[in-house]
Protein backbone atom coordinates (compact mmCIF):
# COMPACT_ATOMS: atom_id res chain seq x y z
CA UNK A 1 0.00 0.00 0.00
CA UNK A 2 1.55 2.78 -1.46
CA UNK A 3 0.65 5.04 1.71
CA UNK A 4 1.85 7.07 4.81
CA UNK A 5 1.08 6.26 8.25
CA UNK A 6 0.36 8.22 10.88
CA UNK A 7 1.64 7.38 14.33
CA UNK A 8 2.11 8.51 17.95
CA UNK A 9 5.07 6.85 19.39
CA UNK A 10 5.84 7.62 23.54
CA UNK A 11 8.58 9.71 23.42
CA UNK A 12 9.37 9.57 27.48
CA UNK A 13 8.31 7.69 29.97
CA UNK A 14 6.25 9.72 32.64
CA UNK A 15 7.49 9.85 36.11
CA UNK A 16 4.34 11.95 37.28
CA UNK A 17 1.14 12.84 35.48
CA UNK A 18 1.06 12.04 31.91
CA UNK A 19 1.84 15.46 29.77
CA UNK A 20 1.62 15.75 26.03
CA UNK A 21 5.10 15.94 25.65
CA UNK A 22 5.60 12.41 26.61
CA UNK A 23 4.22 11.83 23.15
CA UNK A 24 5.42 12.19 19.95
CA UNK A 25 3.92 12.08 16.29
CA UNK A 26 5.86 10.33 13.26
CA UNK A 27 5.01 8.93 9.75
CA UNK A 28 6.49 5.61 8.12
CA UNK A 29 5.64 3.91 5.12
CA UNK A 30 2.60 1.66 5.45
CA UNK A 31 4.23 -1.16 3.42
CA UNK A 32 2.75 -4.84 2.65
CA UNK A 33 2.12 -8.10 4.48
CA UNK A 34 4.02 -10.96 4.30
CA UNK A 35 2.65 -14.68 4.91
CA UNK A 36 1.00 -14.97 7.58
CA UNK A 37 0.62 -11.18 8.30
CA UNK A 38 -2.57 -9.23 7.56
CA UNK A 39 -2.52 -5.16 6.54
CA UNK A 40 -5.24 -3.22 9.21
CA UNK A 41 -6.31 -0.12 8.81
CA UNK A 42 -7.37 1.34 12.37
CA UNK A 43 -10.98 2.12 12.77
CA UNK A 44 -11.22 2.68 16.83
CA UNK A 45 -8.70 3.12 19.28
CA UNK A 46 -9.76 2.11 22.64
CA UNK A 47 -8.22 4.69 25.46
CA UNK A 48 -8.01 2.68 28.59
CA UNK A 49 -6.11 3.49 32.26
CA UNK A 50 -4.11 0.31 31.49
CA UNK A 51 -2.20 2.53 28.59
CA UNK A 52 -0.60 4.58 31.46
CA UNK A 53 0.10 1.54 33.92
CA UNK A 54 1.74 0.01 30.63
CA UNK A 55 4.03 3.15 30.75
CA UNK A 56 5.03 2.39 34.30
CA UNK A 57 5.63 -1.62 33.91
CA UNK A 58 4.14 -3.89 37.19
CA UNK A 59 1.39 -5.59 34.75
CA UNK A 60 0.82 -8.32 33.07
CA UNK A 61 2.24 -7.20 29.81
CA UNK A 62 5.57 -5.60 28.85
CA UNK A 63 6.48 -2.37 29.48
CA UNK A 64 6.16 0.46 26.57
CA UNK A 65 9.46 1.70 25.64
CA UNK A 66 10.22 5.35 24.70
CA UNK A 67 10.28 5.81 20.42
CA UNK A 68 7.81 2.70 20.25
CA UNK A 69 4.58 3.27 18.76
CA UNK A 70 1.84 3.89 21.55
CA UNK A 71 0.62 0.25 22.94
CA UNK A 72 -3.14 0.00 22.64
CA UNK A 73 -6.20 -2.10 21.41
CA UNK A 74 -8.06 -1.33 18.26
CA UNK A 75 -10.57 -2.74 16.15
CA UNK A 76 -9.76 -2.78 12.73
CA UNK A 77 -10.87 -3.48 8.89
CA UNK A 78 -8.42 -5.86 7.49
CA UNK A 79 -7.09 -4.20 3.86
CA UNK A 80 -4.60 -7.21 2.59
CA UNK A 81 -3.41 -10.50 3.34
CA UNK A 82 -4.21 -13.80 5.04
CA UNK A 83 -7.77 -12.46 5.96
CA UNK A 84 -10.53 -11.57 3.52
CA UNK A 85 -10.59 -7.82 3.06
CA UNK A 86 -13.26 -6.18 4.54
CA UNK A 87 -13.05 -8.30 7.85
CA UNK A 88 -13.39 -6.62 11.06
CA UNK A 89 -10.90 -7.45 13.96
CA UNK A 90 -10.04 -6.76 17.48
CA UNK A 91 -6.16 -6.46 17.77
CA UNK A 92 -3.53 -4.25 19.24
CA UNK A 93 -2.45 -2.19 16.57
CA UNK A 94 -1.51 0.40 18.75
CA UNK A 95 -1.95 4.31 17.75
CA UNK A 96 -1.10 4.33 14.26
CA UNK A 97 -3.42 4.32 10.82
CA UNK A 98 -2.26 1.23 9.44
CA UNK A 99 -0.54 -1.87 11.57
CA UNK A 100 1.01 -4.99 9.59
CA UNK A 101 0.21 -7.85 12.67
CA UNK A 102 0.30 -11.70 12.59
CA UNK A 103 -2.95 -13.18 11.60
CA UNK A 104 -2.86 -15.10 14.78
CA UNK A 105 -2.97 -12.08 16.68
CA UNK A 106 -5.74 -10.34 15.55
CA UNK A 107 -9.29 -11.88 16.29
CA UNK A 108 -11.92 -11.57 13.65
CA UNK A 109 -15.14 -9.44 15.35
CA UNK A 110 -18.90 -10.26 14.98
CA UNK A 111 -20.12 -7.49 13.72
CA UNK A 112 -23.54 -6.81 15.16
CA UNK A 113 -24.36 -3.24 15.40
CA UNK A 114 -22.01 -0.13 15.93
CA UNK A 115 -18.52 -0.88 16.17
CA UNK A 116 -18.50 1.86 18.96
CA UNK A 117 -20.66 -0.76 21.26
CA UNK A 118 -18.51 -3.38 19.59
CA UNK A 119 -15.45 -1.70 21.25
CA UNK A 120 -17.63 -0.70 24.67
CA UNK A 121 -20.12 -2.86 25.97
CA UNK A 122 -19.23 -6.17 24.19
CA UNK A 123 -15.46 -5.29 24.41
CA UNK A 124 -13.16 -5.66 26.46
CA UNK A 125 -14.21 -3.42 29.23
CA UNK A 126 -17.88 -5.02 29.17
CA UNK A 127 -16.71 -8.73 29.42
CA UNK A 128 -14.30 -6.92 32.04
CA UNK A 129 -17.71 -6.30 33.96
CA UNK A 130 -19.47 -9.48 33.11
CA UNK A 131 -17.11 -11.38 34.73
CA UNK A 132 -15.83 -9.51 37.37
CA UNK A 133 -19.46 -8.81 38.71
CA UNK A 134 -21.10 -12.62 37.86
CA UNK A 135 -18.19 -14.91 38.37
CA UNK A 136 -16.34 -13.19 41.00
CA UNK A 137 -18.54 -11.20 42.58
CA UNK A 138 -21.48 -13.73 42.95
CA UNK A 139 -24.30 -11.04 43.36
CA UNK A 140 -27.36 -12.39 45.23
CA UNK A 141 -30.86 -10.98 45.07
CA UNK A 142 -31.16 -8.19 47.90
CA UNK A 143 -27.47 -7.59 47.90
CA UNK A 144 -25.89 -4.15 47.97
CA UNK A 145 -23.62 -3.97 45.29
CA UNK A 146 -21.04 -1.11 45.32
CA UNK A 147 -19.26 0.16 42.06
CA UNK A 148 -16.23 2.73 41.50
CA UNK A 149 -15.17 4.99 38.36
CA UNK A 150 -18.66 4.14 37.65
CA UNK A 151 -19.39 6.30 35.26
CA UNK A 152 -16.23 4.64 33.61
CA UNK A 153 -16.30 2.20 30.68
CA UNK A 154 -16.74 -0.82 33.08
CA UNK A 155 -18.30 0.86 35.57
CA UNK A 156 -21.68 1.90 34.02
CA UNK A 157 -22.02 -1.40 32.60
CA UNK A 158 -21.13 -3.40 36.27
CA UNK A 159 -24.18 -1.66 37.86
CA UNK A 160 -26.75 -2.01 34.80
CA UNK A 161 -25.67 -5.85 35.54
CA UNK A 162 -25.98 -5.66 39.20
CA UNK A 163 -29.48 -4.17 38.91
CA UNK A 164 -30.40 -6.85 36.34
CA UNK A 165 -29.45 -9.49 39.04
CA UNK A 166 -31.98 -7.92 41.32
CA UNK A 167 -29.46 -5.89 43.76
CA UNK A 168 -29.70 -2.64 45.27
CA UNK A 169 -27.25 -0.57 42.98
CA UNK A 170 -24.73 2.15 44.26
CA UNK A 171 -22.00 4.02 42.10
CA UNK A 172 -19.10 6.13 43.22
CA UNK A 173 -18.30 8.46 40.68
CA UNK A 174 -16.02 11.98 40.48
CA UNK A 175 -18.81 14.63 39.76
CA UNK A 176 -21.94 15.20 40.02
CA UNK A 177 -22.73 15.43 36.27
CA UNK A 178 -21.67 11.69 36.18
CA UNK A 179 -23.26 10.81 39.54
CA UNK A 180 -26.92 12.03 37.81
CA UNK A 181 -26.31 9.75 35.34
CA UNK A 182 -25.97 6.81 37.02
CA UNK A 183 -29.29 7.51 39.15
CA UNK A 184 -31.63 9.24 36.02
CA UNK A 185 -30.33 7.28 32.69
CA UNK A 186 -28.97 3.97 34.11
CA UNK A 187 -31.36 3.47 36.99
CA UNK A 188 -28.11 2.80 40.00
CA UNK A 189 -30.35 3.44 43.59
CA UNK A 190 -27.79 5.71 44.53
CA UNK A 191 -24.61 7.95 43.56
CA UNK A 192 -21.93 9.48 46.00
CA UNK A 193 -18.64 11.18 44.74
CA UNK A 194 -15.60 10.25 45.63
CA UNK A 195 -14.46 14.02 46.10
CA UNK A 196 -16.89 14.62 48.51
CA UNK A 197 -14.85 15.25 51.94
CA UNK A 198 -17.14 12.83 53.66
CA UNK A 199 -17.10 10.07 51.57
CA UNK A 200 -17.41 7.48 54.17
CA UNK A 201 -20.28 8.78 55.42
CA UNK A 202 -21.93 9.43 52.63
CA UNK A 203 -21.51 6.25 51.29
CA UNK A 204 -22.73 4.71 54.32
CA UNK A 205 -25.79 6.55 53.81
CA UNK A 206 -26.81 5.31 50.84
CA UNK A 207 -25.28 1.28 51.94
CA UNK A 208 -27.69 1.41 55.07
CA UNK A 209 -27.93 -2.16 55.20
CA UNK A 210 -23.94 -2.22 54.51
CA UNK A 211 -22.50 -3.70 51.26
CA UNK A 212 -22.09 -7.19 50.23
CA UNK A 213 -20.09 -6.92 47.31
CA UNK A 214 -17.96 -4.33 46.36
CA UNK A 215 -16.52 -4.02 42.43
CA UNK A 216 -13.05 -2.53 42.74
CA UNK A 217 -12.02 -0.12 39.66
CA UNK A 218 -10.08 2.27 41.78
CA UNK A 219 -8.31 0.94 45.06
CA UNK A 220 -6.41 3.83 47.24
CA UNK A 221 -8.41 5.37 49.74
CA UNK A 222 -12.12 4.76 48.20
CA UNK A 223 -11.58 1.03 48.50
CA UNK A 224 -9.89 2.00 52.02
CA UNK A 225 -13.43 3.68 52.90
CA UNK A 226 -15.80 0.87 51.23
CA UNK A 227 -13.72 -1.75 52.88
CA UNK A 228 -15.36 -0.49 56.30
CA UNK A 229 -18.33 -0.53 54.98
CA UNK A 230 -18.84 -4.60 53.74
CA UNK A 231 -20.96 -6.80 55.21
CA UNK A 232 -19.63 -10.19 57.00
CA UNK A 233 -19.12 -12.62 53.73
CA UNK A 234 -18.69 -9.97 51.18
CA UNK A 235 -16.84 -9.69 48.11
CA UNK A 236 -14.55 -6.99 46.75
CA UNK A 237 -13.96 -7.91 43.23
CA UNK A 238 -10.32 -6.25 42.35
CA UNK A 239 -10.51 -5.24 39.23
CA UNK A 240 -8.30 -2.17 39.03
CA UNK A 241 -6.71 0.82 40.53
CA UNK A 242 -7.15 3.81 38.35
CA UNK A 243 -5.91 5.70 41.45
CA UNK A 244 -2.60 4.68 41.28
CA UNK A 245 -1.87 4.90 37.90
CA UNK A 246 -0.47 8.53 36.57
CA UNK A 247 2.33 8.33 38.62
CA UNK A 248 5.81 6.48 39.81
CA UNK A 249 5.11 6.24 43.37
CA UNK A 250 2.04 4.59 43.91
CA UNK A 251 0.52 5.32 47.73
CA UNK A 252 0.63 2.18 50.20
CA UNK A 253 -2.74 1.06 51.29
CA UNK A 254 -5.19 0.49 51.95
CA UNK A 255 -5.59 0.37 55.52
CA UNK A 256 -7.83 -2.29 56.97
CA UNK A 257 -6.05 -5.23 55.37
CA UNK A 258 -5.81 -8.03 56.51
CA UNK A 259 -8.31 -6.46 59.64
CA UNK A 260 -11.44 -6.43 57.80
CA UNK A 261 -10.98 -9.20 55.75
CA UNK A 262 -10.74 -11.23 59.16
CA UNK A 263 -12.94 -10.11 60.93
CA UNK A 264 -16.20 -10.03 58.15
CA UNK A 265 -14.62 -12.78 56.64
CA UNK A 266 -14.48 -10.85 53.24
CA UNK A 267 -13.04 -12.38 49.88
CA UNK A 268 -11.02 -10.35 48.03
CA UNK A 269 -10.11 -11.31 44.59
CA UNK A 270 -8.82 -10.34 41.46
CA UNK A 271 -9.95 -10.19 37.70
CA UNK A 272 -7.68 -10.31 34.65
CA UNK A 273 -10.71 -10.90 31.92
CA UNK A 274 -8.08 -12.64 29.71
CA UNK A 275 -8.37 -15.56 32.15
CA UNK A 276 -12.24 -15.89 30.51
CA UNK A 277 -11.09 -16.11 27.17
CA UNK A 278 -12.97 -19.43 26.31
CA UNK A 279 -16.38 -18.25 27.34
CA UNK A 280 -16.29 -14.51 25.69
CA UNK A 281 -18.23 -15.43 23.19
CA UNK A 282 -21.30 -16.48 25.48
CA UNK A 283 -20.92 -13.14 27.70
CA UNK A 284 -20.73 -11.51 24.17
CA UNK A 285 -24.37 -13.21 22.99
CA UNK A 286 -25.72 -12.07 26.85
CA UNK A 287 -24.97 -8.34 26.80
CA UNK A 288 -25.75 -7.89 23.33
CA UNK A 289 -29.23 -9.53 24.10
CA UNK A 290 -29.96 -6.72 26.69
CA UNK A 291 -28.08 -4.18 24.58
CA UNK A 292 -30.93 -4.74 21.99
CA UNK A 293 -33.81 -4.71 24.29
CA UNK A 294 -32.48 -1.73 25.76
CA UNK A 295 -31.85 -3.48 29.36
CA UNK A 296 -28.46 -2.48 29.13
CA UNK A 297 -27.69 1.26 27.92
CA UNK A 298 -24.02 1.24 26.86
CA UNK A 299 -22.87 5.36 27.00
CA UNK A 300 -19.85 6.02 24.61
CA UNK A 301 -17.26 8.99 24.86
CA UNK A 302 -15.90 8.87 20.91
CA UNK A 303 -13.09 11.66 20.33
CA UNK A 304 -12.14 12.71 16.60
CA UNK A 305 -8.77 11.78 15.11
CA UNK A 306 -5.89 10.15 15.97
CA UNK A 307 -4.07 13.58 16.82
CA UNK A 308 -5.78 13.59 20.35
CA UNK A 309 -5.45 10.58 21.51
CA UNK A 310 -2.86 11.87 23.80
CA UNK A 311 -5.41 14.40 24.82
CA UNK A 312 -7.86 11.69 25.28
CA UNK A 313 -5.96 9.32 27.83
CA UNK A 314 -4.62 12.49 30.02
CA UNK A 315 -8.10 12.99 30.14
CA UNK A 316 -9.24 10.12 31.08
CA UNK A 317 -7.20 9.79 34.09
CA UNK A 318 -8.52 12.59 35.36
CA UNK A 319 -12.45 11.55 35.20
CA UNK A 320 -13.32 13.27 31.64
CA UNK A 321 -14.87 10.73 30.35
CA UNK A 322 -18.73 9.49 30.74
CA UNK A 323 -18.68 5.57 29.54
CA UNK A 324 -16.24 4.25 27.21
CA UNK A 325 -13.81 6.43 25.55
CA UNK A 326 -12.46 5.52 22.37
CA UNK A 327 -10.91 7.37 19.35
CA UNK A 328 -11.77 7.12 15.50
CA UNK A 329 -8.74 6.99 13.76
CA UNK A 330 -10.88 6.50 10.37
CA UNK A 331 -14.08 5.25 9.38
CA UNK A 332 -16.34 2.43 9.60
CA UNK A 333 -15.86 -0.22 6.67
CA UNK A 334 -18.33 -0.17 4.21
N1 LIG B 1 -8.82 -6.66 35.21
C1 LIG B 1 -9.16 -6.54 33.95
O1 LIG B 1 -9.19 -7.51 33.19
C2 LIG B 1 -9.53 -5.18 33.46
C3 LIG B 1 -9.99 -4.96 32.15
C4 LIG B 1 -10.38 -3.67 31.78
C5 LIG B 1 -10.25 -2.61 32.72
N2 LIG B 1 -9.76 -2.86 33.95
C6 LIG B 1 -9.65 -1.82 34.99
O2 LIG B 1 -10.94 -1.30 35.21
C7 LIG B 1 -10.82 0.03 35.71
C8 LIG B 1 -11.73 0.93 34.88
O3 LIG B 1 -11.25 0.98 33.55
P1 LIG B 1 -12.13 1.56 32.37
O4 LIG B 1 -11.47 1.18 31.11
O5 LIG B 1 -13.53 1.19 32.59
O6 LIG B 1 -11.91 3.14 32.55
P2 LIG B 1 -12.97 4.26 32.93
O7 LIG B 1 -13.61 3.85 34.20
O8 LIG B 1 -13.82 4.55 31.76
O9 LIG B 1 -12.05 5.51 33.18
C9 LIG B 1 -11.30 5.69 34.33
C10 LIG B 1 -12.09 6.46 35.39
O10 LIG B 1 -11.40 6.37 36.61
C11 LIG B 1 -11.82 7.40 37.46
N3 LIG B 1 -10.72 7.89 38.26
C12 LIG B 1 -9.56 8.44 37.84
N4 LIG B 1 -8.79 8.76 38.89
C13 LIG B 1 -9.47 8.40 39.99
C14 LIG B 1 -9.19 8.49 41.39
N5 LIG B 1 -8.05 9.02 41.86
N6 LIG B 1 -10.11 8.02 42.26
C15 LIG B 1 -11.27 7.50 41.81
N7 LIG B 1 -11.59 7.40 40.51
C16 LIG B 1 -10.69 7.84 39.62
C17 LIG B 1 -12.36 8.51 36.56
O11 LIG B 1 -13.75 8.70 36.84
P3 LIG B 1 -14.27 9.67 38.01
O12 LIG B 1 -14.76 10.91 37.37
O13 LIG B 1 -15.36 8.86 38.62
O14 LIG B 1 -13.14 9.92 38.94
C18 LIG B 1 -12.22 7.94 35.14
O15 LIG B 1 -13.31 8.25 34.33
C19 LIG B 1 -9.35 0.38 35.63
O16 LIG B 1 -8.75 0.21 36.89
C20 LIG B 1 -8.80 -0.62 34.64
O17 LIG B 1 -7.44 -0.86 34.81
C21 LIG B 1 -9.40 -4.11 34.33
Redesign the pocket.
Known amino acids: VNQQNRQILLAERPDGPLELRHFRTATAEVGEPGPGQVLCRTVLL?????NR?WMQGRTYRSQIASDEVMAGFTLCEVLAGDLPAGTVVACEAGWQEYAILPTTDVQPVTVRGPLTDQLGALG??G???YF?LIEVGQPRPGDTVVV?????????VVGQLAHLAGCRVVG????AD?TRVLTERLGFDAAV???SPTLRKDLKAACPGGVDVYFD??????LEATLSLMNARGRVV?????????TSTPAPGPRGVPGYLVTKRLRME??????FHDRWPVAEERLAGWLATGQLIALQ?VIDGLDNAPMALIG??????????MVRVGPDPH
Open positions: SIDPAAITLTAGSAAAGATGHIAGSKSHRNVGGPVCCGAVSQYDGILVSDDLLKGDNVGKR
